[in-house]
């Protein structure tokens, strides 16, 4: 029994061997944490902490990938990603993103568990590194929920499924998963108790501070469609931290845009667990980009800027961002994502000139000077389609529409059915689908029955 539950989180196989071959890999796992030094060095693993998904970069309709060698390239997996098949994994298959998320939580409760009581350490950064285990936390719990349960909807969020809510580094836990609720109260109450022990904004955006404890409270609160606390959280993280990079500098010469750790737009560095190459943009998507957005002109591309570096020839334009990003693709919080949070909260709230103003004060700085035209709305409603189409352009290839797309479905006005075609087959989500719910992985409820599926 116990070794089932251990296997869960780490993906260990079934032999001992496999522990066996774990526990080499993971020393965090077997020796005991004393100093405040060893806290401060687990904190510091970049390689585990800064990594979150992947799979939703496939999932989202600003992808289209119609090129057969490129849907042929994907293999079994990630096809299933591709066409939001009911089931991703075989029983002998891991799901990468839920192990990783998992492991991340396992380490941040070790930190939680230990860092207060540790030897040679002052209080002070103690408290500090307590905070940023919390936020790690509560970050990585806001990506499994939406993941893997349902979209939060306040009538029925204490009954929907969420996820497995481990809060000690116990690997022997039960794996009853949670209710959205539950999983969203502990988010919030992480970033509570977190805020008064950190730094105004860190060093290195990969450290959490409040700046980004502030971002994960706006991003929480307008996936509960809390829209007037999460304005209040995207102007406070904006306050401490609103530069934004002008694309016009780089525009011929794209390997200048600085690297995620000094970027002045990335209030918390989080990367994709892995990378896709030459993963195609959506027709649509490129339309409403048009060929004179910087955005179409430095991140897009039919090849590489930097040497043809896409691992296979594609028909198709493709997101050159993980080329421009040191080969990783940044999906935590940044300074448009907050800018557009506060733009979308303020067309909800009627208030149609103040959110154009955030989205033009952000489009100004992707358009040269003389292809630049301000957008106006003509009523709320359309000032909110406006920031929704501005956050697709803004992040796209990053994986956070897919997050957008389930949210909003919410909404009559954006809940659309999706179509793709994939090997000669077609496949339709519908808005609302349960196959916006990622599935849970057979192999770990084989090891763990308690784990509920997903409904189909």
Known sequence: MKNRYSIILFALAITLASCRKYVEIDQLSVR?????????????????????????????????????????????????????????????????????????????????????????GTEAEKQQIYAEALVHRAYT?????????????????????????????NLFAKLNRASVADVYKQI??????????LP??????????????YAIFAKTYLNMRDFNNAALYADSALALQSGLLDLKTYENTPVAIP????NPEIL????????????????????????????????????SKFGNQFSTSFTGRASTKYLINEFVINNGPTVPEMMLIKAECLARAGKTADAMSLVNNLRIKRFTTANYVPLTAASAGDALRIV??????????????????KRLN??????????????????????????????????????????QQNPR
Do not use: H
């Open 32 to 120: 005991t944490l004393k100093y405040t030094s060893d806290f401060r060095n687990t904190m510091n693993n970049n390689s585990v902490l800064e990594p979150t998904y992947s799979y939703p970069i496939l999932s989202g309709d600003d992808i289209e990938i119609t090129d057969a060698t490129r849907q042929n390239a994907l293999g079994d997996i990630l096809g299933n990603v591709y066409t939001w098949a009911p089931k991703y994994t075989s029983e002998s298959q891991s799901d990468a993103d839920w192990d990783k998320l998992y492991k991340t939580i396992y380490v941040c409760n070790q930190v939680l568990d230990g860092v207060l009581a540790s030897q040679d």
């Open 141 to 169: 719990y806001l990506v499994l929920v939406n993941t893997y349960g349902k979209q939060y909807n306040a009538a029925s969020a204490s009954t929907d499924l969420g996820v497995p809510l481990l809060t000690t580094p």
């Open 188 to 197: 919030l109450n992480d970033l509570r108790i977190s805020i008064s022990r």
């Open 200 to 213: 105004a904004v860190a060093a290195y955006n990969v450290r959490p501070a409040k700046v980004s404890g």
């Open 259 to 262: 690297i995620r750790l000094l």
């Open 268 to 303: 918390f560095s989080k990367i994709s667990n892995v990378v896709y190459p030459a993963t195609s943009l959506s027709s649509d998507l490129l339309t409403s980009l048009g060929t004179t957005d910087l955005r179409y002109k430095l991140f897009s591309d039919v090849r």
């Open 388 to 405: 929704v189409e501005e956050k697709r352009r803004e992040f796209f290839g990053t994986g956070m529409r897919w997050f957008d797309q």
């Open 410 to 451: 919410l909404d009559n006005d954006f809940a659309i059915t999706k179509n793709r075609s994939f090997k000669g087959v077609n496949y339709t989500l519908q808005p609302n689908s349960n196959l916006y719910l990622y599935p849970v992985g057979d192999k770990y409820i084989l090891l763990n029955p308690e784990l």
